[in-house]
């Protein structure tokens, strides 16, 4: 089935840093998710892209719909402690009201204080 | 947001039990459910679509005996581990999108941890 290439798989960073984390397809992906899971919790919707160049951002967090819709990258801005989490992008390969997400493996990352 | 429940929030069972696992969307309705299964540090794996009215779509290589899903109304769907094992142990976690919806209105539960002894 679809996969998508999410890296890196782990990051440790210091408190005050930027990070940023990238996902690609080797298919055209008509809508690119970014979400959030918290130790067990269910994942949370960050950002939602669907137009090819559409670069959105939520309060710390940028995320941006590549150009050739095979690629989607989020950035958190000035991390803090509560940023730790797995961030997982997903996405829609082709246009349809109820094909399933597909998911990348997560970035797991952790802030130090 | 939407928000979507899910019951119980952990479960444990003996090897052989059946365990039911509820999702239910509070404050929208739910023409699509999503299962997902997740290992410890893994990703989010489907296992089944379930529309309302319709049997549920499940991914290969899901039994779709042993996870039986039903999707009875706009509000809730029910997962049910029948005879469950030490392997299905898991962390289950459902997903739900409303009716209408565009692509980014698909809300996940907190999720179920099953520990089968």
């Known amino acids: 089935g679809q996969q998508l290439n999410q890296s890196p798989q782990s990051m440790f960073i210091q408190e005050g840093e930027d990070v940023s984390m990238n996902c690609t397809s080797s298919?055209?992906?008509?809508?690119w998710l970014w979400y959030k899971q918290d130790p067990g919790e269910g994942p949370v919707l960050l950002i939602a892209?669907?137009?090819?160049?559409e670069l959105t951002s939520n309060g710390r967090l940028t995320a941006q719909f590549g150009i050739t819709r095979k690629d989607s990258f989020l950035n958190i801005s000035a991390s803090i402690p509560s940023d730790v989490g797995i961030y997982f992008c997903a996405g829609h390969p082709r246009f349809s009201g109820n094909t399933p997400l597909v998911f990348g493996k997560g970035t797991r990352l952790s802030v130090i204080a | 947001g939407a928000v979507v429940s899910q019951h119980p929030s952990w479960v444990i069972c003996k090897s052989g039990t059946s365990v039911k696992i509820e999702c239910r969307s509070l404050d929208f309705q739910a023409t699509t459910m999503f299962w997902y299964r997740q290992f410890p540090k893994q990703s989010l794996m489907l296992m089944a679509t379930s529309n309302e009215g319709s049997k549920a779509t499940y991914e290969q290589g899901v039994e779709k005996d042993k996870f039986l899903i039903n999707h009875a109304s706009l509000t809730l769907s029910t997962l049910t581990v029948t005879s469950a094992h030490p392997e299905d142990s898991s962390f289950y976690i459902c997903?739900?999108?409303?009716?209408?919806?565009?692509?980014?209105?698909?809300?996940f539960g907190p999720g179920t941890r099953l520990t089968v002894l």
């Open positions: 298919s055209i992906f008509n809508t």
């Open positions: 997903s739900a999108r409303a009716a209408g919806a565009g692509l980014n209105e698909q809300f």
């Open positions: 892209l669907y137009k090819a160049g």
